[in-house]
């Protein structure tokens, strides 16, 4: 794989809760909370801490079709490593995962991913 010249970005897959099958299953990655809505709009409705408005920032517009995302669990688990497909979409379908509100997504086409039963 070429990545010269590929941003590569890290995604979590749960704090506390593990919805990396859903991401693997789905070809996505996910961020929320999404129950405010779409972005940018929901930024105008909550109030979050800076260090969330700068991930859904990130998310929504910094990562850019092409480049690659490393979906991992804490500091040393990795489910998988995909390239970006598209851009920022909010979908209402993963209004629940887990009991999370997690609509804010980006497609993802996986390049390699765990095996999870």
């Not at 794989?1 to 809760?17: D, F, L, P, T």
């Not at 859903?22 to 801490?49: A, H, K």
């Not at 517009?61 to 979409?89: A, F, H, K, N, P």
Request: with cysteine; aromatic share 12%; net charge negative.
């Amino acid at each position: 794989m070429n990545i010269k010249g590929k941003r590569i970005w890290q995604q979590a897959s749960g704090e506390g809760r593990n919805y990396s099958a859903t991401c693997l299953f789905w070809d996505v990655i996910l961020n929320g909370p999404g129950d405010y809505g779409q972005y940018p709009e929901c930024m105008e409705i909550w109030d979050r801490s800076s260090k969330k408005n700068t991930d859904l920032k990130r998310f929504c517009e910094d990562m850019q079709e092409g480049d690659l995302v490393v979906l991992r669990g804490g500091t040393s688990i990795v489910y998988g490593v995909g390239e970006l497909v598209g851009g920022y979409e909010w979908l209402p379908e993963f209004s629940d995962v887990d009991g999370w509100d997690l609509q804010h997504t980006r497609r993802v086409k996986w390049l390699w991913k765990e095996s999870i039963p």
